[in-house]
């Protein structure tokens, strides 16, 4: 059996219009379909985790609403536990707002709503019982609580996978701690210098080694089309990505964590998981949606085939 998989973060519904090209600022452009669909980076990263294989529980909140409890009802669906999602009174459930272009490209805007409000209190009550596996973790909530979970998982014996998404500093105490830290390009510059980017392929050894500097036990600087780059400390490693035909990139990202994260679990090592999790991730990016994107186990199983 394999171990367990536990992801700590945020639950958003997304509002997703898409558009022939993505507005300028002032700019009002019309759009050609709308959809609202489940999402936000930890509940995506849980969907995709579960959906692969994986033994999920998520840990968050939502709104006492509506839209609170179809967030709770998508994830059960797809055989998470939600027993550690709690429902915050007073408090509107988190939103995305959405555009997506032609081609893929998105923008997207974030209103917390209750994500705001998971507690350190809440993290240690829901891994009191918690003994090794997996711990996910994103920036979607506070950082504090972000920091308090990593601590517990590595008193509790957890490899804590980081995607430090949404882009922000973080500090080298926190970064110490990490097991894998999974940046894509802009937050990996974002953590370096403050700044985010693209990174030419024949910078990307020097970047991750520049992470990996700062503490964590491996990195896995996220490429986009030009694959994945792994330094874990026995020399850099790039895996090439999968050429696929891009409709929306949104969860992405959180998809390649979410495989990760179950190969890991399986008892994969990191130069096996990362094509695994560069499949699912490709296969995402060819549908629209979050949650509505994520593959079957059987389907990354095929493209790893083919």
């Given at each position: 059996?394999?171990?367990?998989?536990?992801?700590?973060?945020?639950?958003?519904?997304?509002?997703?219009?898409?558009?022939?090209?993505?507005?300028?600022?002032?700019?009002?452009?019309?759009?050609?379909?709308?959809?609202?669909?489940?999402?936000?980076?930890?509940?995506?990263?849980?969907?995709?985790?579960?959906?692969?294989?994986?033994?999920?529980?998520?840990?968050?909140?939502?709104?006492?609403?509506?839209?609170?409890?179809?967030?709770?009802?998508?994830?059960?669906?797809?055989?998470?536990?939600?027993?550690?999602?709690?429902?915050?009174?007073?408090?509107?459930?988190?939103?995305?707002?959405?555009?997506?272009?032609?081609?893929?490209?998105?923008?997207?805007?974030?209103?917390?709503?209750?994500?705001?409000?998971?507690?350190?209190?809440?993290?240690?009550?829901?891994?009191?019982?918690?003994?090794?596996?997996?711990?996910?973790?994103?920036?979607?909530?506070?950082?504090?609580?972000?920091?308090?979970?990593?601590?517990?998982g590595i008193e509790r014996g957890m490899a804590v996978i980081l995607d430090p998404a949404p882009a922000r500093p973080l500090s080298d105490t926190l970064l110490a701690i990490v097991s894998c830290l999974t940046p894509n390009e802009s937050e990996a510059m974002t953590l370096l210098d403050g700044r985010g980017g693209a990174i030419p392929l024949r910078e990307a050894p020097e970047v991750a080694r520049a992470l990996?500097?700062?503490?964590?036990?491996?990195?896995?600087?996220?490429?986009?089309?030009?694959?994945?780059?792994?330094?874990?400390?026995?020399?850099?490693?790039?895996?090439?990505?999968?050429?696929?035909?891009?409709?929306?990139?949104?969860?992405?990202?959180?998809?390649?964590?979410?495989?990760?994260?179950?190969?890991?679990?399986?008892?994969?090592?990191?130069?096996?998981?990362?094509?695994?999790?560069?499949?699912?991730?490709?296969?995402?990016?060819?549908?629209?949606?979050?949650?509505?994107?994520?593959?079957?186990?059987?389907?990354?199983?095929?493209?790893?085939?083919?």
């Amino acid at each position: 059996m394999s171990a367990p998989i536990t992801v700590v973060g945020s639950l958003n519904m997304d509002f997703v219009v898409q558009v022939e090209q993505l507005p300028l600022p002032g700019e009002t452009v019309l759009g050609s379909g709308f959809a609202t669909l489940p999402g936000g980076k930890g509940a995506n990263q849980a969907c995709a985790a579960s959906k692969l294989g994986g033994r999920v529980r998520m840990v968050g909140r939502v709104g006492d609403d509506l839209l609170g409890r179809q967030l709770r009802d998508s994830l059960a669906a797809a055989g998470v536990d939600t027993a550690a999602v709690l429902a915050t009174e007073g408090m509107p459930s988190g939103v995305a707002l959405i555009c997506v272009e032609n081609g893929g490209r998105n923008q997207i805007v974030v209103a917390s709503g209750a994500n705001r409000l998971l507690s350190p209190g809440d993290v240690a009550h829901a891994l009191r019982d918690a003994a090794s596996g997996f711990l996910l973790l994103q920036l979607e909530s506070p950082i504090e609580t972000v920091e308090c979970a990593v601590a517990l998982g590595i008193e509790r014996g957890m490899a804590v996978i980081l995607d430090p998404a949404p882009a922000r500093p973080l500090s080298d105490t926190l970064l110490a701690i990490v097991s894998c830290l999974t940046p894509n390009e802009s937050e990996a510059m974002t953590l370096l210098d403050g700044r985010g980017g693209a990174i030419p392929l024949r910078e990307a050894p020097e970047v991750a080694r520049a992470l990996r500097a700062r503490g964590p036990r491996a990195v896995i600087l996220k490429l986009g089309e030009n694959g994945a780059f792994l330094d874990d400390g026995t020399g850099g490693r790039h895996f090439p990505g999968l050429k696929v035909e891009a409709v929306d990139t949104t969860a992405a990202g959180d998809t390649f964590n979410g495989a990760l994260a179950v190969a890991l679990a399986e008892g994969r090592p990191l130069p096996e998981a990362i094509p695994f999790a560069s499949a699912a991730g490709a296969l995402a990016v060819t549908r629209l949606g979050a949650q509505s994107s994520i593959p079957s186990r059987s389907e990354v199983d095929a493209l790893l085939g083919r």
